[in-house]
């Protein structure tokens, strides 16, 4: 088994004090994390869902897969939040950098997304590309009644049904939701949609390894079961406390930094393909750890692309950063830079190298320049970008998160601040049930 590894050396001089006071807390909070009995114990079933996930479910998201794969030029992966980022982020790391440019192919659609935004332009945007083509939807909602996705399903509902027809359109459609409950569980019994269950004791940024997530990746052509093979194995690699666990180490640490003044935390990448799943792992920790006044701001940077923009601040700026690398160590394919006669872009000595060789030194270069200028950094290093190790890696985060927010001393599975924006949403817009809260709001605003 190929594994991730985590190199702390260019972090730990930074708090070496704190990590080391820091060791039992670690250890308290995996140990904590693993019995299941810490705030939130009631959302612990990502926890052992790859070991536990049955192969005759994977059989049926493959075998829905390929019907829609067969039946659609465009698939349209309809949620928001974690039903949204978990998918984008592995297609992303997977596919071509290009391959939203090339039009889609028979047996091979692209996936796209909806209802992450109310944006009026997107939508009209959207629906003109899916006009008279063969589309399908997948509806991500517990409940069905959020407002992003809820408008995004509407719309492309109605498109669909106009374009193949209501009753063709219900084979298009599927519904991942709860399992009894809601909007969505009962238009789904009525249209006679195929659905899928979103756990209840799974909340929806540790959700990617569920079918919210399997489905539009196998939809992709993404091998599912390779991806939930690379997160049982971590799974089974950090169940277990102590200095070899790459999970409980990198909690450890990001925690003494915090202590040590270390209020940022950015995500660093030296791979285009690995820009969305920066995404996803900013709602994971932000979500889980941002509560009760604390918690470290998750920002992410593109390198070497934002060396040129927030490269200036990362070096001089305020010092309450640190920086996490995830590196790559072997790309898919091998590019070389050619020689030149005239050389007057005076890059010659680079000829006959890698690509990839002088990203690699960048990533160093600026390792030693970060580190210089007081930035600490913790290294992730992954051998590829497949469906293998991106399994480990998002497993990797999602346990290091739990055990990183009971450090923290916070319950790192709800997130009662996310309601706030709804409330005085739903009031602006006079919903009905909150002609209470309208009428306080319009007061509050016409002072």
């Known amino acids: 088994m190929k594994t991730l590894n985590l190199d702390l050396t260019h972090a730990v001089y930074f708090a070496e004090k704190q990590y080391k006071d820091l060791g039992a807390s670690a250890t308290e909070a995996l140990t904590t ?3 299941g009995n810490g705030a939130g ?18 059989d049926r998201i493959n075998k829905t897969a390929a019907r829609l794969r067969d039946n659609c030029d465009y698939v349209v992966c309809v949620g928001i ?21 090339y039009a889609p192919v028979a047996g091979s659609p692209k996936v796209l997304f909806a209802g992450q935004n109310i944006g009026e332009e997107y939508m009209h945007d959207l629906q003109n590309l899916l006009k008279d083509k063969r589309f399908g939807i997948i509806v991500i909602s517990k409940s069905g009644t959020t407002t992003e996705p809820a408008i995004a399903f509407r719309m492309l509902k109605e498109q669909l049904e106009a374009q193949a027809g209501k ?33 209840d004791n799974v909340g929806g940024r540790f959700s990617v390894l569920t079918p919210v997530g399997l489905l539009p990746i196998a939809v992709a052509g993404h091998d599912i079961t390779k991806l939930v093979a690379g997160a049982a194995d971590m799974a089974r690699t950090v169940a277990h406390p102590g200095e070899d666990n790459p999970a409980e180490e990198y909690a450890r640490m990001r925690n003494a930094l915090y202590q040590s003044g270390k ?7 030296f791979n285009p393909k690995l820009h969305y799943f920066s995404e996803w792992w900013k709602q994971l920790y932000g979500e889980s750890e941002g509560k009760e006044g604390k918690g470290i701001f998750p920002a992410s940077v593109d390198l070497t692309t934002d060396l040129h923009s927030m490269g200036q601040w990362i070096q001089e700026g305020e010092r309450t950063i640190f920086e996490t690398v995830i590196s790559v160590k072997e790309p898919a394919v091998e590019k070389r830079i050619p020689s030149d006669e005239q050389n007057l872009d005076g890059i010659n000595y680079l000829a006959g190298k890698r690509v990839d060789e002088v990203n690699k030194m960048a990533e160093l270069g600026t390792l030693v320049a970060h580190t210089d200028g007081a930035v600490p950094n913790i290294r992730i290093e992954v051998h590829a970008l497949d469906e293998y190790t991106l399994g480990q890696l998002i497993y990797f985060f999602e346990f290091a998160c739990g055990v990183s927010g009971y450090m923290l001393g916070v ?9 706030a924006y709804k409330k005085n949403m739903f009031a602006l817009l006079e919903k009905p049930g909150y002609e209470k809260e309208t009428e306080a709001i319009k007061a509050r605003l016409a002072k």
Do not use: H
Request: proline letters at 5%; charged letters at 20%; glycine letters at 8%.
């Open 33 to 35: 994390l693993v019995k």
């Open 41 to 58: 114990n009631d959302f612990l079933g990502w926890v052992k869902l790859p070991e536990e996930t049955p192969t005759d479910l994977l």
């Open 81 to 101: 939040g974690g039903s949204y980022l978990g998918a984008k982020a592995v297609i992303s790391a997977l596919q071509g950098c290009f391959d939203d440019y």
């Open 167 to 199: 009753d063709a359109a219900k084979d298009l459609i599927v519904a991942i939701t709860d399992a009894a409950k809601g909007a969505l569980r009962t238009l789904a019994i009525q249209e006679g949609y195929e659905t899928y269950v979103i756990p």
């Open 263 to 269: 209020k940022i935390e950015i995500l660093v990448n």
């Open 411 to 419: 319950n790192p599975f709800n997130q009662p601040g996310v309601e």
